[in-house]
């Protein structure tokens, strides 16, 4: 089974509107981490956002925040006024277990291309 | 900022020839790795570096690959005899024990083309 699945392989969104994209993902870890990162076309990796599991608020950076619903395992993350900039991959991701050392396990990744 | 850096930043070679392709992680981080992203797919775990040994490995990580840290400041991943399967975008990748979040910190990757 899929760790981490990313259902859209590709979106549109028009300049300055919100965008989610999604993510789920399977662990039986009771202590595990989500992440998301930024691929532009360039190819660098940039982290963005982190949410662990048992914290209880939704994690927030800047224009980026994660939508971390426990129950149902999913981590979508919202971009929220959407700028050109904002074209890339985006990579959802997962660590099982404590922090230290722990590799992450990437989705699938989703497209995103903003319109002006 | 520290960054993450990757040699070369691309490297085109024959199928069958040794390839070593270098990083310099972030200097006070611990843990290593590679991953790799063959072209339009996920970003897939290769091996991960602690102490000086494997913590951990993936099955894409067989006899061909191996890695060392010959020094107090390189990681380096080397593929013995490059296949043509061989060819991705490879990115090392380091991390710190004291970041609450683990996350990993990436270099801007070598792109390998096997011929």
């Known amino acids: 089974a899929q760790k981490i699945t990313q259902t859209q392989p590709g979106m549109f969104v028009q300049e300055k509107e919100a965008v989610t994209l999604d993510c789920t993902y399977d662990t039986s870890d009771q202590s595990y981490g989500l992440f998301w990162y930024k691929q532009p076309s360039s190819g660098e990796m940039i982290f963005l956002i982190y949410q662990g599991s048992y914290d209880e608020q939704n994690a927030t950076e800047g224009r980026y925040s994660l939508n971390f619903q426990k129950a149902r395992k999913s981590a979508n993350l919202v971009i929220s006024a959407s700028q050109l900039g904002d074209s890339a991959m985006y990579f959802c991701?997962?660590?099982?277990?404590?922090?230290?050392?722990?590799?992450?396990?990437f989705g699938g990744g989703t497209r995103v291309l903003v319109k002006p | 900022e520290p960054e993450v850096t990757q040699t070369p930043s691309h490297q085109v070679t024959q199928m069958g020839q040794e390839v070593i392709l270098r990083c310099v992680p972030i200097s006070n981080h611990l843990y290593f790795y590679w991953y790799r992203q063959i072209l339009g797919q996920k970003v897939e775990f290769l091996v991960s570096f602690y102490n000086n040994e494997i913590s951990e490995k993936s099955e894409i990580f067989d006899d061909q690959f191996s890695v060392e840290r010959p020094d107090g400041s390189n990681f380096t991943l080397k593929i013995r005899s490059t296949k043509l399967e061989d060819s991705a975008m490879y990115f090392c990748?380091?991390?710190?024990?004291?970041?609450?979040?683990?996350?990993?910190?990436f270099g801007e990757g070598s792109r390998l083309t096997v011929l």
């Open positions: 991701a997962m660590r099982e277990g404590p922090a230290a050392g722990n590799k992450l396990t």
């Open positions: 990748a380091s991390s710190s024990r004291t970041r609450l979040a683990g996350e990993l910190f």
